[in-house]
């Protein structure tokens, strides 16, 4: 199956130390899994490194012996990025959990790639900065794969996604050699951006060990407000509304009512409006330094989102409100997965194309017989669908779903989209990248493969077949 | 020297017309030179396509038979990117200059690469919108050309440089092979991110042909003041001051009083203060849409930049003021030039790094003998440094000048920075790249160019040699 002998793993103790080296049973399972549905594959050892130099060691051994490597965060990913489908080295990056620097004269956080994403988040807010990036599982998931997704979250449609923060990345290469990507600088012309290839390369280039981030000063107010509609269409469309009439908010997020109800059984915890005459919310939240304004711009959007038939708005009032309002939306994608629906599919389309797009998964169900339930990152048209077929909950790999998906795909396509915004390929998308990548570009990418990794060891099979 | 022939030549006017494929003296002339100050390469043919379908006919011919082509913007550029130092093909942009589409559904633009940068962002501006990367030369240089370098200006330091709005482009490849880079979507975590490895890849990648830029709401007001400081290292280090206080300026310039009174001189339009005891300026700005909330930040920067010995602020009371002030600003690199200053320098550093270095710039003239001038974009960390040598104006290629700049990226590098912020390596930063590449980081951008480049016929000899 591959190359990988117990000398191998004796060597890899001897870099690590025995009590970080795991073949028995109970570790291969847990590391065989992530969050995508039922996909299970079983690596042959995990490793779980201290530093780069340890890293660099490893690799070494893995590439003069074609041994596949598969790194790892906190396994939180929903395109099957960190599962070990080649079994060989499941590397995880848990041990390096430490923030090296928060960086207070430079606006600038260091950090290793196994920080919890939430963990660093709170760090520096106590110093007044913020890292917006913030991710659904940002209570769980490592700042590290973050990196490697180029993940987003609700904060992303004002402040941007990961990408927009990464100044510098130390990494080892699949050849064991450990570079940085650029400088901890705000502005860089110097050469090709090694930085942005890595961000969002789903760990098939490098494997991350150091991170600087930019860190922007916190916005001392947030102001939260929840908003009915009466149809799915209407409130796609009052979303561009609110960009076009000049408000950037810092989140903006939409659920469609199917979805809010099964999250508040599970939830259980807040009276959300739902009535048979509401068929989607819009989450709105602005923020700022000025609360004068952030009230005022509140109104204004509130007034707006009447001439798209918006209905009675709930602004929460306090911390708590705030805090339950967002349970709600950051527990959606889990509830609807146990109430039967497949996959998170990670659409993104231009801003205005929203209700195009929710028309047409609408339509695309009636045509072939499944329930699509939708919510997500409204204000950067990314859109978050999961489909139900009628009657059975199918599992990942049926014929029909894949069919259906391809269509959802080829209409994301058709309308200037694209189909993940913040989740990657991986595993689960690849099947479907003929849609968006021709020949040429594929080429390209696998050009850029082979310069990293010319043994194709690293994380090999995830976003094409190199 | 290179394997142009005369049956290509007839070639290219087959593809773009007898009109616009030009041998003669005075064209080759032109296009020899760009503002690397006094370097000149002759081209032998400069054609000018008008679409990217002729471009991709012209690159299958100059692929086939290893001629070399060298792509031009406006020829503004100060790292000689667009210098055609090999000859064979020089491919000027400036017949695509449409603007094809405003969206002001998506808040995007799409247009052509040989639009003035100036010229489109009036027209997004007409429009309520905002595209703000601003270099000193937007009067005059290419959106193209931006692209090619990652360029900057004053207003980087609040709203990001080019990388920062760039969404999708279509490239014309080595190859012919036409491709758009992404999608026209605001997050995308779907493959290698081609789009921000063509931004400052210099033109060695691919050549532009499309354009698609986010835009943003364009701020209704601003206000703008200048400080002056008895010190130079005061006033970088009130820079720093200003972002930890929570402020993020919409320009944060700094200036020399040296080049002030040169440029002062030769703009004579208006009175800055200029006095013994002023070393340096910082030139402020802040922008928004609450005119209270702007004044009342203005007031507190200004008494912020007291505490760094900050001297009486000048506030630019109206349209014209402000316009004059600027003027001195972006005109300050012309003026030191024509004084008999070196090349524009372009280092970049980490904010609070900035005294440091403008510190080290002034010892290592003292130990040199060489003065340095001073201005730049203070707030991002990216000084432009000129340098002349005491008596004699030396010309780039001096050897005392060569070690010298040597010594100065030595220590931008020792500072955590880099040797180009916005300009770009081109053929100037060329010989320095040693210094912030290890030959693994130089392998690997290689690598990238021979899987774009495998005929290594695009601005070939550009950052590095390949």
């Not at 994403?117 to 913030?134: H, M, N, S």
């Not at 009052?238 to 076009?244: K, L, T």
């Not at 819009?282 to 204004?300: A, K, T, Y």
Request: hydrophobic share 40%; with cysteine; aromatic share 6%.
């Amino acid at each position: 199956m591959n190359n990988l002998k117990r000398e191998h793993i004796q060597a890899f103790k001897e870099i690590c130390g025995d009590n970080y080296i795991f073949v028995d049973e109970e570790s291969l399972q847990h590391y065989s899994h992530d969050e995508t549905e039922t996909l299970s594959f079983l690596p042959d050892v995990v490793v779980k490194p201290r530093t780069a130099q340890e890293i660099s060691a490893i690799m070494k051994i893995c590439n003069e012996h074609r041994i596949p490597v598969t790194p790892r965060g906190a396994g939180t990913g929903l395109s099957g990025g960190a599962l070990p489908h080649l079994g060989g080295v499941l590397l995880s990056t848990e041990r390096m959990n430490t923030i090296i620097e928060i960086d207070e004269r430079n606006l600038q956080v260091t950090t290793e790639p196994g920080v919890i994403t939430e963990v660093l988040q709170d760090a520096v807010k106590a110093r007044g900065l913020f890292y917006p990036p913030d991710p659904s599982s940002r209570g769980s998931c490592f700042i590290g794969g973050n990196i490697a997704e180029n993940s987003g979250g609700p904060k992303a449609v004002k402040y941007g996604v990961v990408r927009d923060y990464v100044l510098n990345l130390e990494i080892v290469l699949p050849s064991g050699d450990i570079i940085w990507t650029g400088a901890n600088v705000l502005k860089n012309s110097t050469g090709y951006n090694l930085t942005q290839l890595i961000v969002g390369s789903e760990g098939t280039l490098g494997i991350v060990t150091k991170i600087v981030l930019k860190l922007i000063p916190l916005p001392k107010y947030d102001l939260l407000m929840l908003v009915p509609f009466a149809s799915l269409e209407k409130a796609s469309e009052a979303v561009s509304a609110i960009f076009r009439a000049g408000f950037t908010p810092s989140a903006l997020e939409l659920v469609e009512i199917d979805a809010l109800q099964i999250v508040s059984r599970m939830v259980d915890s807040y009276a959300v409006p739902v009535s048979d005459d509401i068929a989607a919310h819009l989450i709105i939240e602005v923020d700022g330094n000025n609360m004068d304004i952030l009230m005022s711009e509140m109104e204004q959007i509130a007034e707006l989102m009447m001439q798209y038939e918006g209905g009675e708005v709930f602004f929460a009032d306090d911390a708590q409100q705030k805090a339950e309002l967002w349970k709600l939306r950051r527990r959606t994608a889990e509830a609807v997965k146990i109430a039967g629906y497949t996959i998170e599919e990670d659409t993104v389309v231009p801003r205005a194309e929203l209700p195009a797009l929710v028309k047409g998964v609408k339509e695309l169900g009636k045509q072939q017989g499944f329930h699509a339930v939708c919510y997500g990152h409204a204000g950067d048209g990314n859109l978050h669908i999961r489909i139900k077929k009628e009657g059975t909950p199918d599992s990942y790999g049926d014929e029909a779903m894949t069919k259906s998906l391809r269509d959802l795909f080829e209409l994301t396509r058709s309308l200037g989209g694209t189909i993940s915004g913040e989740h990657g390929v991986g595993l689960i998308q690849k099947p479907y990248v003929d849609i968006v990548f021709d020949p040429v570009q594929l080429a390209l990418m696998k050009g850029i493969k082979k310069t990293f990794d010319p043994n194709n060891i690293l994380n090999a099979g995830k976003i094409f077949d190199a």
